[in-house]
Every structure is written in C-alpha cells, then in structure tokens.
C-alpha cells in the first residue's frame, strides 16, 4: 500500500556531482542541524559551529570558482541545496545566502590579485561574512546612503552606521558600501573591512519576532582605516556592485523561502495524516485536502520560478526581473503556505510544541528583506513599462 505523507523532494540535478552533493547535505541535516534548530532558536543561540563545519564541507562556497576554493556549481544547484538547508532552519540557510552575497562583491569585481588574496579564506577558510549596504535612515532607498569613506594616505577612512545587518558583530569579514563622491548612485564605492578592524564595532542585536539564532545588529564604523588594496571595484562603481550582488542575493531569498514553505507543508502532511476526528484521519476531509492541493501547487511554482532565474544566471543572460519576481512570488507564497500550516494544526498549531508557529513568524522577514516585496514589484514595472515619469 503506498504510504502518503511527506517525503523528500525530488529534485532535477543536472549532474552525479550534484545528486550527491545532495546526499550530504541531507545526512549533515539531519545528523547536525534539525535536532537542535527549534531549541537553539528559542534559546536565540547563533550556530556559529554549525557555519564552521559547512565551510569545511563546501558548503560555504558552492557557486563560487574551484580556482579560488569554490565548488564551481551552477545556482540551479546551489540554491536547491539553500532551499534543503532553510528548511532545516532559516537561521542557517539565510546565513549562507548572506554569506554568499557578502562575497559576490570580490568574487565578480576584485582583481585577480584581490581574489587570490582573500577569496580562498573567505570561500573554505571557516570565515563568515556581512553585507553592509543599508542604514537607518536608507533603506529602499540605497543610493542615499550617508556612510563615508574619505581618502587618507594610500587608504581610506570610513564613517557612519550600518543598520539591519544579518551576522553583524559575529562576521569575519564586511562587504561595506560607503560615499566617496556626491550625492546619488555614483558616489558609492565598495570596500572589503576585516571584521576586526580598529573602530568597527556593533550594537546589541535586533530583538526580533523570528529568526532569533540569526544576530541582526546595527555595525558602527568609528574612522575605520581600510587600506587602497581593499577597495572593491572601481572608485564610484560600489552601486552597481551592490545592485549584481542583491540580484543574485534575491535568488537565495527566494529559494530560502521555499524551504520554510516546503517545511510547514512537510509539518502539516504528517500531523493531518496522524490526528484523527470523528473516527478518521483530518486528511479525509475535502476542505483539508485541498488546502494541502493548494499549499504544494504554490510552493511546487515558486521552486519552478526561481529555479527557471537560476539557469537564465547560469547560462549568462539577464535575469533581473525574473530575480525579482521570484523573490516577490516565493516570499509572499510561504506566507500563506505557512499560515495555512498553522490553521490546519488547529490549536497545536499556536504552540509551541509545533514548528509551524515558528516557520510563519520566519517567513514575514522574507517578504522585507533584500528589497521589500513593494521594490520587488517596482522593479518588475519597470522592465514591462519602463522607469517610471518624474
């Protein structure tokens, strides 16, 4: 008799590689990560250790250059493996994701010399990275950022408050954007900051309604000297290398959410085939039955649309829109998926005892960050109507 329920995804790998890159990360979940996911999270415990030994398996630098220490895998498969580690517990899979934003900056704009500097380290040297592009006063609007980096000597000064920063006072590493000309985009250069650097410091972590394993803090810069050879880009490039970086950070959002989505429907399949209410399963019943139709039909779409942004990436044609409409439909997809989890559990569902309460308060961070699910819409205008009048 087929036995239904939840079962592990099937997913469509493009090589041997791949499917058994999988398997590892299935046996590090369950041996590592899901044990203790929900007490570390309630406890607010950052899995440091956790991040460690993913560096030492690979995991840290999965579509990033073997030359540089990465595992040269496409996104297709990086972000699947993203999607299995956010599932497990977002504190985790969002930390890679920002991770792996952190280091998009040198990766794809250093020099030669830059990327062969630090790249090894940063990729599989067991260091966790930041990515310091907003403010408390800038946000969805990044190009009015106020952080400053002044020329001093063969170096720069940087000053100014980053805000809303995921691994902020815990990173190795910052990729930072500061002003080194006027007003506008233009002015923006990127810098790669040791984290730490004389005068760099962070404030308390962020007390927040979930994801309470992952510090958010505000990163202050107090004359933080960084010398030339930090500098990432051209001097006035630092926008567009924020905007390359938050395209593919979208992606690993998306993907992110998936995996939260993925785990409610995984929580609410087990618990309606096993509670049972006038003498049968809760399964049985049609109004359950199709809110679980619905749940897979939704999150079965988002897996296909961020996966169909990954291979545009992969294959190196634009996908700014579709990376833009993946995060927007994946996010606002494990919002409903999530708190229809929670419904189909009943009462349980509220509590504590249950997971589903904690993957609902996760997913609302989803549709904020990396650009709100507003932003996400604005951009996806734009490529059909274009800019819009002023």
């Known amino acids: 008799m087929t036995q239904y329920g939840p079962r592990p995804v099937d997913r469509r790998l493009p090589t041997e590689e791949a499917r058994d890159l999988l398997t590892l990360v299935r046996e590090l979940i369950e041996r590592e990560i899901k044990p203790t996911a929900a007490d570390e999270e309630d406890a607010g415990h950052f899995p440091r250790d956790t991040f460690t030994l993913l560096s030492a398996s690979g995991l840290l630098s999965l579509p990033y250059p073997e030359e540089f220490g990465g595992g040269q895998q496409p996104y297709e498969v990086y972000l699947q493996i993203l ?41 599989g040297g067991g ?69 730490d650097a004389e005068g760099l410091s ?108 990954a291979r545009l990436r992969d294959a190196g044609l634009p996908f700014s829109k579709e990376a833009a409409m993946a995060k927007l439909f994946c996010t606002d997809t494990a919002m409903r998926v999530t708190t229809d989890a929670v419904q189909l559990l009943g009462g349980y569902g509220y509590t504590l005892d249950f997971p589903v309460e904690r993957f609902l308060r996760e997913a609302k961070v989803l549709q904020i960050v990396e650009g709100t699910n507003q932003i996400q819409r604005m951009v996806i205008a734009r490529h059909l109507a274009g800019p819009e009048s002023h």
Request: with cysteine.
């Open 202 to 309: 962070a404030a308390a972590p962020e007390r927040k309604m979930g994801m309470k394993g992952s510090p958010t803090a505000q990163v202050h810069f107090d004359d933080v000297r960084v010398p030339d050879s930090r500098r990432v880009g051209d001097e006035g490039q630092g926008f567009t290398v924020a905007l390359s970086a938050l395209e593919s950070g979208r992606l690993g959002i998306a993907a992110c959410a998936i995996g939260v989505a993925q785990a409610a429907i995984d929580e609410a399949l087990a618990y309606t085939a096993s509670r049972r209410q006038f003498g049968r399963p809760i399964a049985d019943f049609q109004g359950l039955r199709f809110m679980l139709a619905d749940m897979a039909t939704q999150v079965e779409a988002g897996r296909a649309l961020y996966l169909t942004a």
């Open 83 to 123: 999607e299995e580690l956010a599932g497990a517990r977002l504190s985790v899979g969002l930390g890679v994701s920002v991770h792996t934003l952190a280091c998009h900056a040198l990766a794809e704009f250093g020099t030669k010399e830059q990327r062969a500097e630090h790249l090894p380290a940063m990729l």
């Open 127 to 195: 260091l966790l990275g930041a990515y310091c592009l907003s403010e408390p006063a800038s946000g969805s609007d990044a190009a009015s950022l106020t952080t400053r980096a002044t020329r001093e000597g063969d170096g720069w000064k940087i000053n100014g408050t980053k805000a809303w920063i995921t691994h902020g006072g815990v990173a190795d590493f910052y990729t930072v954007l500061a002003r080194t000309g006027g007003s506008g985009a233009h002015g923006i250069t990127a810098f790669l900051v040791p984290g």
